[in-house]
């Protein structure tokens, strides 16, 4: 709301532009929180497997556990490795989950540094700002 508050007292005429920058917000609180909750799922996942394990129950797929990490679960994924010491000695997971870390870590770098905060050029080329 203080968004819309703002840009309306900067650039009262012209709202496609406010508008479009509203929409480019909405899309990284979306991305950023769906990327959160995925960490959450695979953490909780990986930390039941283990106690399937310790158990001697029937385990979480392989496959299943190593999707998590590939669709933005790696963060989760590695801390429930190194805090629950489970599936550290599995070339796969060894492979996978750092792999991932690192490619999910360059994609939310990138989208927040060049997506989605101000450049210091915005504030010289974009008429909101001026």
């Known amino acids: 709301m203080f ?9 009262p005429v012209d709202t496609s532009v406010a508008d479009e920058y509203l929409k480019h ?24 497997d283990k106690h ?15 999707l998590l990490a590939i669709l933005g679960g790696a963060y989760g994924a590695g801390m429930a490795m ?7 000695r599995h070339l796969t997971f ?10 999910w870590t360059a994609v939310a770098f990138y989208l927040y540094v060049y997506e989605f905060a101000p450049s210091a050029w ?5 008429p909101l700002y001026q």
Do not use: G, W
């Open 3 to 11: 968004n819309t508050i703002l840009l309306d007292i900067v650039n």
């Open 25 to 48: 917000e909405n899309f990284f609180f979306f991305f950023f929180t769906a990327l959160f909750f995925m960490n959450v799922v695979a953490f909780s996942l990986y930390a039941f």
């Open 52 to 66: 399937l394990a310790v158990c001697k129950a029937t385990r979480i797929p392989e496959i299943v556990l190593h």
């Open 82 to 88: 190194l805090l629950c010491r489970h599936k550290t």
């Open 94 to 103: 060894q492979i996978i989950v750092p792999t991932f870390f690192v490619i």
């Open 122 to 126: 915005d504030y010289y080329t974009n």
